[in-house]
């Protein structure tokens, strides 16, 4: 969201505790998460592609970053399971073209959900379109996302139907609602709340209501974990808490990379390494906001069905991040608030009313074409989550303080995506809108251009893990080096998160931590 007119990016030694998220800067993001049963599940996108192969070892390939302890073919029967769980639509062809690989014979849980109109009217006039990034040559495509959403069920799949509202579990199909993110109408739409109902049915879950995790205690000779500690409130208003904890053989903090490593600070425990919260990364987004010659049907399906996939590989990626393009179906909503604020200057501006107001609205939204290129990030030692005293919540517990800049390599990344925007816009006739405010949140100067940076809620790699319990936190199966009967579970584990949304990937890691778990208990 836009900050106030008084707004500024964080200079040195400037901190930002507006919100719960402390801003340490000097980049100041606009990401968020929720802090709920499902997580972020609960108001995600839920585009769902695959990392590629050669993300995973970006030291060996492209001489950044940091290599995952395994390779892609280790975790290639996993990615299906996962896309079973999430009951994933797809097309394998299409992901095929862009470097993914599958095993034999692999089809999707569900056909793929269907293009929107607006991805026609590009993808007509931009597909084979030639372009190129330091010398190398590609060709732009538009083609669909992977998303978990209720599809076309292929055979012998039934998916995932709506939590507690259909006699019928196979739950309903995608209507190709715009209006999908936060909540989906119909509730086509994956959560992780979908999962966890079929595990209280098996009658080996209790779950512990209106209460906050604030510390990690272990046995001093062994480290192992011997309790976790909590807060429990009646209001979220208030600030008085009652306490307990929870006792158990094995353990297992799966919040988000963020409030895992926050609460692994706050519990200070002794470490091997420095590594605790440090890495922090997240998907850089770059908006440009264009205005089509003709309707293209905007505000039709969901928010965003297909995008451009060809430039999330190639030898560039030695000196500049790779990127994905996102066709949002939903207008300029991210970008400059439509369709409220097009009302507002039809009405305030242009002294529009009745059919003349409609009929301008309806002109105005339907021509809008937003691109949101998502970039790659690399790991920096120096990008992390810490604590602090003089900042707590409402129960005593230690709030996250963020400190972290962008790289210069996803810099590079964005500033060719901002170029290729241009050229988009202008093979097809669109008028380009874009602009950047330096008051807004994640503003950022680069070689003489300024650009508005917005958040991905894709937080990642704050506890890394890695094959030596020197430089990473965890092992290949997320246990903790330290502490050898703790799982840190989610994206906070990733070495790398190359242009993939991190929820497919993690949850197909979680089926080999799963594993791992069943032999130690």
């Excluded at 704050?462 to 936190?473: A, D, F, K, N, P």
Aim: hydrophobic share 35%; aromatic share 10%; charged share 20%.
């Amino acid at each position: 969201m836009p900050r106030s007119s008084d707004a500024r990016r964080l200079g040195l030694g400037q901190v930002n505790s507006d919100s719960y998220l402390v801003q340490n800067g000097p980049f100041e993001s606009d990401t968020t998460y929720a802090r709920v049963i499902g997580g972020t599940t609960n108001h995600w996108e839920a585009k769902t592609p695959r990392m590629l192969p050669e993300d995973f070892k970006m030291k060996t390939n492209f001489g950044k970053g940091i290599d995952w302890p395994f390779e892609y073919k280790d975790i290639l029967p996993y990615y299906g399971k996962a896309e079973y769980e999430l009951g994933v639509s797809g097309d394998v062809a299409s992901q095929e073209a862009i470097g993914v690989v599958f095993e034999e014979n692999y089809i999707y849980p569900m056909q793929e959900i269907p293009p929107s109109y607006l991805d026609k009217i590009v993808g007509g006039k931009l597909n084979g379109a030639p372009t190129a990034i330091r010398g190398e040559k590609f060709k732009l495509n538009v083609s669909t996302f992977p998303q978990a959403r209720n599809g076309v069920p292929n055979k012998g799949y039934k998916p995932i139907g709506a939590v507690n509202t259909h006699q019928d579990n196979s739950g309903e199909r995608c209507q190709g609602n715009t209006n999908c993110v936060p909540i989906c109408p119909v509730q086509a739409k994956y959560d992780a709340r979908k999962t966890l109902v079929k595990a209280l049915l098996t009658g080996h879950v209790d779950l512990l209501t209106q209460a906050v995790a604030s510390k990690v205690c272990t046995d001093p000779l062994t480290q192992r974990v011997t309790k976790i500690e909590y807060k429990t409130y009646d209001s979220i208003q208030g600030s008085a808490f009652g306490s307990g904890s929870v006792s158990g053989k094995v353990f297992i903090l799966a919040a988000n990379a963020i409030e895992n490593a926050r609460l692994m600070l706050a519990s200070n425990l002794p470490a091997d390494n420095d590594y605790m919260g440090r890495h922090l990364m997240d998907h850089p987004y770059l908006l440009a906001w264009g205005l089509l010659t003709e309707n293209a049907g905007v505000m039709r399906g969901t928010s965003c069905t297909s995008g451009i996939s060809t430039l999330r590989r190639g030898k560039f990626r030695n000196n500049q991040a790779a990127f994905a393009i996102d066709i949002h179906n939903d207008g300029w909503g991210w970008a400059t608030g439509s369709p409220y604020s097009d009302l507002l200057d039809l009405v305030n501006n242009k002294n529009k009313f009745g059919t003349a107001l409609k009929s301008g609205l309806i002109n105005q939204v339907s021509r809008q074409l937003l691109l949101a290129n998502m970039v790659e990030m690399l790991p920096e030692f120096g990008n992390r989550v810490t604590v602090n005293p003089n900042y707590k919540d409402r129960l005593g517990n230690f709030r996250p303080i963020l400190s972290w800049s962008i790289p210069e390599y996803s810099l590079e990344g964005i500033a060719y995506a901002r170029q290729l925007s241009k050229q988009i816009f202008q093979r097809l006739g669109a008028e380009d809108f874009t602009t950047y405010d330096p008051l807004n949140y994640g503003y950022t100067s680069f070689n003489g251009n300024g650009y508005e940076i917005r958040g991905g809620n894709h937080l990642s790699g704050t506890h890394l893990m890695g094959e030596c319990r020197l430089t990473s936190v965890v092992n290949s199966k997320q246990r903790s080096w330290m502490h050898d009967n703790l799982y840190l579970v989610g994206p906070g584990s990733m070495p790398s998160i190359g242009t993939s949304n991190t929820t497919l990937t993690m949850a197909a890691v979680t089926f080999m931590t799963a594993e791992d778990i069943l032999k130690v208990i």
